[in-house]
């Protein structure tokens, strides 16, 4: 098939989205207000503005949207305050069902703020993260296995999104790890941060630092060959940046080229829009070397976007060649 013939299926196409979807909060800063507190003396940050968009799973729901597939979900857990507020109106203003969002005061919701200066238009300040460091309570957890399995099926593809960074506290668990490792779609495509190797029977897409430290964990060695036989038999997909996609598979192993581009803006997200993009071309088509060259070519496009950028169906098709 061509890149025009994939791009038109996806509008027939239907995705899941499982795991971490948090806020992304996108704050301006004027550095020149930063006067100090008048009760402490602690310089103030002072926002002038911000703008809220869907983060972590959710960029790769906004990615799912953008390249215009034809039904788009998220299923996780938030707080019950006001940042799973803005995130639900954040995901429906994309055309995004947030449905399937667990809400409970036992957690606070999955936020990174992030702050731009006004002056240089650079993301220079600390980033402040709202995180959770406890174990999903029970009873969440058990919720969220049962919507999974009563609703994965109706789903042409499910990507994971395990994206917590800290040992306990993300949706991702080893119950709901095993629940994925049960499902009978097609495609099951997963981007876990921290823990590639623990997955089973999808396709895990780790970049090429997290291939190697998942290597390490399970083997103590860079082998990645031996990691995707721990993990089943579906492929692995290592992203390498401008050096593209490395595809381990029974018959060894698949290099496909990237686009370069001169001068990246911001590198933030270009994994997510990889995996949206392969997920779904490989639904269309069941192919997974044309599934890498189409999510090259949309990270290749969000990649020259500042922030988590988006990367749609006419621009694709004008950098296809």
């Not at 550095?31 to 940050?45: M, N, Y």
């Not at 609703?151 to 800290?166: K, P």
Request: charged share 20%.
């Amino acid at each position: 098939m061509t890149t025009r013939e994939i791009l038109a299926q996806f509008h027939k196409l239907s995705a899941l989205v499982v795991g971490d979807i948090c806020l992304d909060r996108w704050c301006t800063y004027n550095p020149a207000l930063a006067e100090p507190s008048r009760e402490t003396g602690i310089p103030r940050i002072a926002i002038t503005s911000t703008q809220c968009t869907p983060g972590a799973g959710g960029t790769i729901a906004n990615n799912l949207a953008a390249l215009s597939c034809g039904r788009v979900a998220v299923l996780g857990a938030t707080g019950h305050d006001g940042d799973a507020w803005q995130l639900r109106t954040s995901l429906a203003a994309r055309g995004i069902s947030p449905d399937l969002l667990i809400t409970t005061p036992e957690l606070q919701t999955f936020t990174y703020t992030k702050f731009w200066n006004d002056t240089t238009g650079a993301e220079d300040l600390p980033r402040a993260d709202f995180i959770n460091t406890k174990a999903l309570p029970a009873h969440i957890e058990s919720q969220l296995i049962g919507s999974l399995i009563k609703h994965a099926a109706s789903f042409d593809a499910v990507l994971i999104s395990d994206q917590a960074e800290t040992e306990c506290g993300g949706v991702i668990t080893a119950a709901v790890r095993e629940a994925i490792s049960q499902l009978p779609n097609r495609v099951v495509w997963v981007d876990s941060r921290l823990r590639a190797e623990l997955f089973r029977n999808a396709i895990v897409k780790p970049n090429h630092s997290e291939a190697l430290a998942a290597s390490l964990r399970l083997t103590g060695r860079e082998d990645f060959h031996a990691l995707r036989q721990a993990i089943g038999r579906h492929p692995l997909v290592i992203t390498h940046g401008q050096k593209g996609a490395q595809i381990l598979h029974d018959g060894g192993e698949t290099w496909i080229a990237t686009r370069h581009v001169a001068n990246p803006i911001d590198i933030c997200g270009a994994g997510d829009s990889f995996s949206a993009a392969a997920a779904l071309t490989l639904s269309a088509t069941g192919d997974i070397e044309q599934a890498a060259r189409l999510g090259n070519l949309a990270a290749s496009i969000t990649i020259t976007k500042r922030g988590t950028g988006t990367a749609s169906p006419e621009e694709i098709l004008a950098v296809a060649g």
